[in-house]
């Protein structure tokens, strides 16, 4: 990162750290909850300004791309995980539905990292982040059960639809584009102002979060760990040759591809809960937010800067 390791990933750090020496650390649920409900209020909000400002230019082109990525990214995981990894097909099925889905945090860190470095992106990549949650969930299920008519899809779609992160990202992007820059002064000190401090303490309970799932992997074996730490790269790489499909700038050729790098931990876990109940959710959990997820906030974010500089020279 540019002027050495950015602080918010520190926080990060020491929350790994003293979940690892089992330190009495840990945020009350309340505070949890208030400071990743401000961060996704806060992302779709800076998006919302920035789409109103600058208008919806190719969005249809956009978003079935970014569909279309999320449908490649679930089936190609699926086929590494049920044919190289020999998993079963359900459990195949569930972790490819975390792989082709995406993690907010993952995003939002990507998105203090480019600020820090002074690189704009498209306003319209929180919408993207949505967007990337849905076509995943639903082949995830598909791939597990089939068209079997006891699939709960009324719970399912309320759950992706109308899920926490969804609801507050989508809402946050429509007040930011209908009340403005100016009309969201008067909440600015908190929304924005403070969202790398929020972002910061955020990170320090997914830290924590993150190393009571390590011992996962003494169960499931090498190939997970392989599947966790190298599919982000080649994840991230096909992201980048979308983001050239797009026509994205830099900044969101890097957040497109730290996108679909990441894994979901939130949406995801909780769809497959109520769809496929005979998945391991440990198996999943453990992948995308044990090493997937700190990978990419301590190596994969630079390691996707040089890769759009090297593939999308401006």
Do not use: C
Request: glycine share 10%; aromatic share 8%; no cysteine.
């Amino acid at each position: 990162m540019p002027g050495g390791l950015d602080p918010i990933v520190m926080f990060f750090g020491l929350g790994l750290l003293a979940g690892a020496l089992k330190a009495d650390l840990r945020l009350p649920p309340a505070i949890y909850e208030f400071v990743s409900t401000l961060l996704l209020l806060s992302i779709g909000m800076k998006g919302g300004i920035e789409l109103a400002a600058r208008g919806g230019e190719g969005l249809l082109a956009q978003v079935l791309l970014t569909l279309l990525l999320g449908i490649l990214l679930t089936f190609l995981a699926f086929f590494i995980l049920r044919v190289l990894g020999r998993l079963d097909r359900v459990n195949a099925a569930a972790v490819a539905a975390h792989y082709g889905s995406v993690s907010v945090a993952t995003f939002a860190v990507g998105v203090a990292f480019l600020t820090r470095a002074a690189i704009p992106y498209e306003p319209t990549m929180p919408l993207l982040l949505v967007l990337l949650e849905i076509p995943a969930i639903v082949i995830g299920i598909l791939l597990a059960r089939g068209l079997r008519s006891d699939t709960p899809w009324a719970e399912v779609a309320h759950e992706v639809l109308l899920g926490r992160s969804v609801l507050l990202l989508l809402g946050g992007l429509f007040i930011g584009a209908v009340a403005g820059a100016e009309g969201l002064a008067p909440v600015k000190p908190l929304f924005f102002d403070l969202f790398k401090g929020i972002l910061a303490i955020f990170l320090l309970e997914m830290g924590l979060i993150a190393a009571d799932h390590f011992g996962g992997f003494r169960r499931h074996g090498l190939f997970m760990v392989a599947f966790a730490l190298l599919t982000p790269p080649v994840f991230a790489l096909i992201g980048i040759g979308f983001a050239a499909l797009m026509g994205l700038s830099p900044g969101g050729a890097i957040l497109l591809a730290t996108l679909a790098a990441s894994a979901s931990y939130i949406a995801a876990p909780a769809a497959m809960r109520q769809a496929v109940p005979e998945a391991n959710p440990a198996l999943s959990l453990t992948a995308s937010l044990a090493l997937t997820f700190p990978f990419n906030i301590l190596v994969g974010l630079p390691l996707y800067q040089r890769l759009v500089a090297s593939l999308l020279p401006a």
